[in-house]
């Protein structure tokens, strides 16, 4: 997926707003993350966006996804925006990264299995390993935050 981007996209100084490519990030991922499953997607979480390099009104950006692990109900998608100045003769530049991870629904929006990655080659094998521990940590925390939070017995904000 990509895109020239404007000025309705930019500040007055001719930067791109993060949201706007955060939203092109998300845009893209759920595609890859719907294409893998075959069934609408939610977004559930956004980990690790990191932004490497300014983006400009006038510059090219291009999300590249790629499926990096899935659960149960869950897919994680790396995206990665490419810039590109199209005044200069010079490759693309990653200008920011993240991982996106969605939920796939089924008719009636609840959560429904998808099918194993088939990993092809030993890049694969370790994002898929990454992703892995990333979706156990995230699982450790969500069981232990559980366990800690305790709310005031008549239910008000202290």
Do not use: W
């Amino acid at each position: 997926m990509g895109s020239l981007m404007q000025p309705e996209h930019a500040n007055i100084a001719g930067n791109v707003h993060g949201g706007e490519i955060m939203k092109m990030m998300d845009n893209a991922s759920g595609i890859a993350a719907m294409r893998h499953c075959r069934s609408s997607v939610v977004t559930a979480r956004v980990d690790s966006l990191e932004f490497h390099l300014p983006i400009h009104i006038g510059n090219y950006v291009k999300c590249i996804c790629q499926v990096t692990f899935v659960g149960i109900s869950s897919i994680e998608v790396l995206a990665t925006v490419m810039v590109e100045d199209l005044r200069f003769d010079e490759p693309p530049k990653v200008a920011l990264t993240g991982y996106f991870t969605f939920v796939a629904l089924d008719k009636n929006g609840k959560p429904v299995a998808v099918p194993p990655l088939k990993l092809v080659n030993e890049e694969e094998e370790k994002l898929f390993e990454e992703g892995k521990q990333r979706y156990l940590a995230r699982k450790s925390t969500r069981e232990n935050v559980g366990e800690e939070y305790c709310p005031p017995e008549d239910n008000k904000i202290i």
